[in-house]
């Protein structure tokens, strides 16, 4: 069985990948510890777009895990002298590292490195429009620990801007994959340009999304990945597609789940009282993450 190296898509994962990744990911969320089960290796965390949940959860991940760990400050490196990707990405190979994290504004750019880095390993931790494998793990684990071992039949609801999101492109094929029906609710400017492989069903309407949903996921309108966003006025979206307390005692099941990979913009795609609300998994969601990599790590480095 060839070992996981290259985790820059959903696809580059096989379901015996996914199935130790989710054994390994319960462990760690009930605090089984492997302390110093990295200890010796180098793993160096490269973004190049902001964040917050995910680099953190994976600096929390591997310091906890014993290895070295290095987070290059993009406001302090030599990007800003002009170094290209692919210099700053081998000068952190020559010393050494292990294991590269990985997040670029551009779509695709990290497939460059997939053949320039042999045997080493790589994560694809967010590129620009296309791809979130280590999310959409996240979320699925966060499913499966709320509402048990089958996905399948499950109906999942992704709400919002689908078409410059990256967690919802890898949501779908993973959760579509292990059998979930997808539907996607957003108005025509958020949906994507292609029809979506894995999606089930589209609509306009939140109220007609909820109604049989048992999980609902929320996106936020990704600003800085829309060129005319300006035009997009965020009242006018929040009026029809803002899950409030209203919404979700009318038209969704009691036990629906709602998630969100964060961050939340309150008032906008999701209302204080349902972010904090008995139905709300993003601190869930949040903790699973930091297991999630430590999985990813443990499995790849391993
Ligand atoms: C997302 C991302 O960066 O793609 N957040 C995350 O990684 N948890 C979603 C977003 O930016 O809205």
């Known amino acids: 069985m060839e070992k996981l190296n290259k985790l820059l898509r959903v696809d580059d994962l096989s379901d015996r990948d996914l199935v130790n990744i989710t054994d390994l990911s319960f462990e760690y969320m009930r605090e089984k510890v492997s302390e110093g089960v990295l200890k010796g290796k180098v793993v160096a965390n490269l973004f190049f777009e902001n964040s917050t949940r995910t680099l953190l959860a994976f600096e929390i991940a591997e310091k906890s895990l014993g290895a070295v760990s290095v987070t290059l400050n993009m406001a302090t490196s ?5 170094e290209t990707f692919v210099d700053t990405v081998a000068t952190l190979e020559a010393m050494g590292a292990d294991l590269l994290v990985i997040r670029t504004k551009d779509s695709g750019l990290i497939d460059l490195m997939e053949d320039k880095t042999g045997d080493r390993c790589l994560i694809n931790a967010g590129d620009g429009v296309r791809e979130h494998p280590t999310q959409a793990i996240t979320d699925y684990c966060t499913i499966r620990h709320l509402r048990g071992e089958n996905i399948t039949g499950l109906n999942v609801v992704i709400c919002g801007d689908v078409r410059h999101s990256r967690v919802a492109k890898s949501n779908i094929r993973l959760l579509s994959k292990c059998g979930a029906n997808i539907t996607v609710v957003a108005p025509e400017y958020f949906l994507p340009e292609k029809p979506l492989k894995g999606v089930s069903f589209v609509t306009h309407s939140l109220e007609e999304g909820l109604r049989n949903a048992d999980v609902v996921m929320l996106l936020r309108i990704q600003k800085e990945r ?75 480095l391993v």
Do not use: C, W
């Not at 030599?78 to 002009?82: D, E, F, R, W």
């Not at 409030?244 to 795609?269: C, Q, W, Y």
């Open 78 to 82: 030599s990007v800003n002298k002009g």
């Open 226 to 300: 829309i060129s005319e966003s300006s035009a997009i006025s965020e009242n006018g979206y929040s009026a029809l597609y803002m899950l409030n307390e209203e919404k979700l005692a009318t038209f969704a099941k009691k036990d629906v789940v709602v998630m969100h990979p964060g961050p939340i913009n309150r008032g906008v795609e999701i209302s204080g009282g349902v972010a904090d609300g008995a139905n709300s998994a993003i601190l869930t969601q949040v903790r699973m993450g930091v297991a999630v990599r430590k999985a990813i790590l443990h499995y790849m």
